[in-house]
């Protein structure tokens, strides 16, 4: 194995270390799952705007259990996916919802 294959191996093998290390500490941190709070700016009433004021547009409306449509396309609500905890528990996608949440996306390229 020469010394370039060695160092691409071990980049290798330390991010896929990084990576399973982020899962298994993701899975298993501790707390409960609080839902988040509402959203105040969604309570104002309107007289409380301005003429011309657009930030209407800009709030969300969160409904849980998430609806449809399903899919992968930008706009659509990701299926349900299931995940087994470090218990050995079911947690499904949408039993998270309201919560706060971190993506980790991955891509390798070789």
Request: hydrophobic fraction near 40%; aromatic fraction near 8%.
């Amino acid at each position: 194995m020469t010394h370039r294959e060695r160092a691409t191996f071990s980049r290798a093998l330390f991010l896929l270390g990084l990576a399973l290390l982020t899962a298994v500490l993701a899975a298993c941190q501790e707390g409960s799952i609080e839902p988040a709070e509402t959203d105040t700016l969604a309570d104002q009433s309107s007289s409380d705007t301005t003429v011309g004021d657009d930030d209407e547009d800009l709030l969300a409306v969160w409904t849980c259990p998430p609806q449809g449509p399903f899919g992968g396309a930008v706009g659509e609500t990701p299926e349900n996916l299931q995940f087994s905890d470090c218990d050995g528990s079911v947690v499904g996608l949408h039993d998270l919802c309201g919560a706060n949440a971190g993506l980790i996306f991955n891509f390798y390229g070789w």
